[in-house]
């Protein structure tokens, strides 16, 4: 799904749905980086919904890690939208520095929003060029 804002700009949402587990880590964590990718050559923020999604191992919380370790390296986050709370307490426990979990979009939206108020406002925001939340 991509949406724009006026508020926070275009947002690209990929809605996980299903069991990710060892038979199929790799091609999830494949799928979120690529997800990932293609935001941010789109210019759009890229968000995770993970309201159907369960994780049923730890390669699964693996994958997750390594599709947005590129985030956490450049000290930005992927947005985790309503994981169930079984999820949302595996990727707590976890401490991913790739992601942060909210309770609803708009919750995301709000916090994208207050990210990238300076810049309606003429002050200095976001780096030109791509994200940087």
Known sequence: ????????????????????????????SEAVAEHIAHADRAGELPVLDMTEAYLACA?????VDRATAVLAFSGRVLPVVQPRPHVRETLRTAGLP????????????????????????????????GPSW
């Open 1 to 28: 799904m991509h949406a724009h804002r006026p508020e926070t700009g275009a947002v690209s949402v990929l809605k996980a749905r299903g069991t990710v587990d060892a038979s199929n880590a790799i091609a999830f």
């Open 59 to 63: 390669a699964a919380v693996r994958a």
């Open 98 to 129: 790739g992601i942060r979990v909210y309770a609803t979009m708009a919750s995301v939206l709000a916090a994208l929003k207050s990210l990238y108020a300076p810049q309606a406002r003429g002050c200095a925001g976001p780096r030109p060029g």
